[in-house]
């Protein structure tokens, strides 16, 4: 028998928004109900290319929207904590866009609104929930590769030179950190722990005065090292390796991962491969919505929240504020 279809809307109608509604119509227990802009031709053009069936100019009348269980948040960085308390305070479901906020505070406001109103929200790491992702956690889970000694991730990539573009403004919230340095950080949390006891950082500071790259050496209480960097201005492998005292375990391409390597001290190596897509996160929300929850276990809003605050202490440490904060 098939399931009663879960209702979703979009709020904005960027590039993001368009890669998320496609692969949602891979799940047939999700109906794409509505997508909300602040220009009404914007919301009607990207309905019609994505097959959706409302458009709305403005998100209050997205949010206002009785067949929308829940609302994807797509807008840029500085707009998701005003957008999703909104949607929030509306009783709509939420899966914000990482990172779910500029920094801690945001976070803990927008969860401390989810909770209160007892309605769910998920920070949108759609890594955490790829099959891939999943199987290095049950090898990590099982001591595969025994205790985990030191992790290695990097995302970096070169965008175009561009000083208005959403990655390079502050005004938007540019930088590598919170765009691709999130993604290492969330993956380091994941495997180490949520909250380094150490923690050193570096980058350099472009023309726009955000970071164009930055790299990060965390230590736990348990001695273990995290080698991170990000980057918008130069390619990267984009890889994680993780090395324990009895193997290792490689995820090429992490975070749009299809593939991961076991390798176990004395034994034949162990690959997999398995699709990847945004629809994942969107099953993972509509499974939590099924069940009641108010949040995931996938990406607890304690972790986001304190991945927001790793963020803020490698900020510190890099000089690196944004306007909206002043």
């Known amino acids: 028998m098939a399931q009663e279809q879960i209702g979703w809307g979009i709020l904005s109608t960027g590039r993001i928004a368009g890669i998320f509604a496609k692969d949602l119509k891979r799940l047939p227990d999700a109906r794409l109900v509505?997508?909300?802009?602040?220009?009404?031709?914007?919301?009607?053009?990207?309905?019609?290319?994505?097959?959706?069936?409302?458009?709305?100019?403005?998100?209050?009348?997205?949010?206002?929207?009785?067949?929308?269980?829940?609302?994807y948040v797509a807008t840029p960085h500085p707009f998701h904590h005003e957008n999703t308390i909104a949607c929030l305070e509306h009783g709509k479901a939420v899966l914000c866009e990482k990172p779910m906020g500029i920094n801690e505070r945001q976070v803990r406001e927008m969860a401390a609104t989810a909770r209160q109103r007892n309605v769910f929200l998920m920070e949108a790491m759609w890594t955490r929930c790829l099959p891939v992702t999943r199987q290095a956690r049950e090898w990590l889970a099982e001591r595969r590769i025994g205790e985990v000694r030191i992790l290695t991730a990097d995302f970096g990539f070169r965008a175009a030179w561009d000083p208005q573009s959403r990655l390079l403004n502050p005004e938007l919230g540019g930088g590598a950190l919170l765009d691709v340095g999130i993604y290492v950080l969330a993956y380091a949390s994941m495997v180490m722990g949520p909250e380094p006891c150490e923690l050193s950082a570096t980058a350099e500071i472009g023309e726009t005065g955000v970071d164009v790259q930055t790299a990060i050496i965390q230590k736990c209480a348990d001695g273990a090292l995290g080698l991170l960097s990000c980057a918008v201005r130069v390619n990267t492998p984009q890889d994680v390796r993780i090395f324990g005292t009895e193997g290792s375990i490689y995820v090429p391409g992490f975070w749009h991962a299809t593939r991961a390597e076991l390798r176990v001290n004395g034994q034949e190596p162990v690959e997999i491969t398995e699709p990847v897509g945004y629809h994942y996160e969107a099953a993972e929300a509509m499974a939590c919505l099924r069940a009641g929850k108010t949040e995931s276990a996938c990406m607890p809003l304690n972790e986001s929240i304190t991945v927001a605050g790793t963020m803020d202490r490698v900020r510190r440490l890099i000089g690196l504020t944004y306007p909206m904060e002043a």
Do not use: C, N, T
């Not at 031709?41 to 997205?62: C, P, T």
């Open 34 to 71: 509505a997508v909300g802009s602040r220009s009404l031709d914007k919301a009607q053009a990207f309905a019609q290319e994505h097959g959706i069936e409302r458009a709305y100019g403005s998100y209050q009348e997205l949010m206002a929207d009785p067949d929308v269980d829940i609302i």
